[in-house]
């Protein structure tokens, strides 16, 4: 990519995170409790409490406790596992498919670009190189499968959500526009790596372990037969800038989603859980 293409990026991610921290104070809600006094704080008060008790925690002997409530509370969600099993199957079936998506995106960026300024050259370690060629039969099974993944979380959602009959707050419009926004982030991927393949010619012994993509261009060249590989390789361009964009837009969106208000409460919800494990832990040693 272009230098102008890092400068956005690198704006749109300070956004981000600008806008998750100012969500972040109108997150937690309440007044704060301890030791039975009520405390009744500010919203950017309430911020750096919330803060100060997970970085206080973190760096003491209640380490593994805080662990232990991300482990459970936010990384496998085992209390909505409980409560609603079809709910946390999708919603381990979106999170964690973006979550594995993003990373791997992350790598193959450092592969491609941040390794060869320190002098990284082909063939010096091969988790690097696999990473780099989109065409690895690796790389693009877990790409395509990955979208696989999510997309038939999304599918599940969607089915969830119109056989409910009473409305759910996972299908509030801010959800529904969130949910659309990673759909097409996918379509246009595929449609990004279908036009690639065609504008390449990718021959069928490399093109068929990214599937998805493979399978839409055969699609795309029955209903555009006799397309010239010059043709293909501009709506490739399209393709790419349109999925770009895409991602942009849905990062600037997320501290204003329901997603935002998932990862707070979630470590919200941690710090508390282990410092009620903690009470209760004494409370038995006492009665011992």
């Given amino acids: 990519m272009q230098i102008h293409y890092w400068i956005i990026h690198i704006l749109v991610i300070v956004f981000l995170l600008g806008g998750l921290v100012f969500k972040a104070t109108t997150i937690f809600e309440g007044n704060i409790t301890k030791f039975g006094d009520r405390k009744i704080l500010s919203k950017w008060k309430k911020f750096w409490h919330y803060i100060g008790r997970f970085f206080k925690n973190f760096f003491s002997k209640k380490f593994w406790h805080l662990i232990l409530g991300l482990f459970l509370d936010v ?15 999708i919603h381990t079936l979106i999170f964690w498919g973006l979550f594995l998506l993003f990373i791997l995106s992350i790598l193959s960026g450092i592969a ?60 509030e419009s801010p959800d529904i526009l969130l949910i659309c926004f990673i759909a097409l982030i996918l379509i246009s991927g595929w449609f990004t790596e279908a036009a690639r393949y065609l504008a390449e010619e990718t021959p069928y012994y490399i093109a068929k372990f990214g599937f998805i993509g493979y399978w839409l261009s055969i699609i795309l060249k029955l209903i555009v037969p006799g397309a010239a590989s010059r043709i293909w390789g501009a709506a490739h361009e399209w393709f790419w800038h349109i999925h770009v964009i895409l991602v942009w837009l849905s990062f600037l969106y997320i501290p204003f989603s329901k997603l935002s208000h998932i990862i707070f409460s979630s470590i919200a919800g941690s710090v508390n859980s282990m410092e009620k494990r903690l009470q209760i832990n004494k409370s038995l040693k006492g009665v011992r």
């Fill in 112 to 171: 491609v670009v941040i390794l060869p300024l320190f002098g990284y050259q082909t063939g010096m370690f091969w988790l690097a190189d696999m990473l780099a060629d989109a065409d690895n039969r690796w790389t693009a099974l877990l790409n395509d499968g990955l979208n696989l993944i999510i997309t038939a979380g999304i599918i599940l959602a969607f089915i969830k959500g119109f056989a409910q009959k009473r409305k759910i707050k996972m299908f």
């Fill in 75 to 89: 990384v496998f969600h085992f209390k909505l596992l409980r409560e609603n099993p079809l709910k946390w199957f």
